[in-house]
């Protein structure tokens, strides 16, 4: 999925946080990252977001801020929201 999105210049937001195994998102980023790939957003606590109106409003706030500064964070491998 993320080769795919990194290919169409997409952003993946996703709850996986997992490193487990060779096919993981994370060990992905690690392997194939570069300087110029896109990060993965990860929200931090996807049952919390749909469950609080102020974390939600938070993790929106950070994920905006996030994609006006995009360009600056490309070849970090992933950011967390909030």
Known sequence: MWQA???RDIILITGNRNAE???SLEMTIRTLGTATSLPAITIANPRRLMESKEYAERAV????????????YRGVGRLFVP
């Not at 706030?61 to 600056?72: A, H, I």
């Open 5 to 7: 999105c990194q290919q």
């Open 21 to 23: 195994g060779p096919q």
């Open 61 to 72: 706030v950070r994920l905006l801020d996030y994609l006006q500064e995009l360009d600056n």
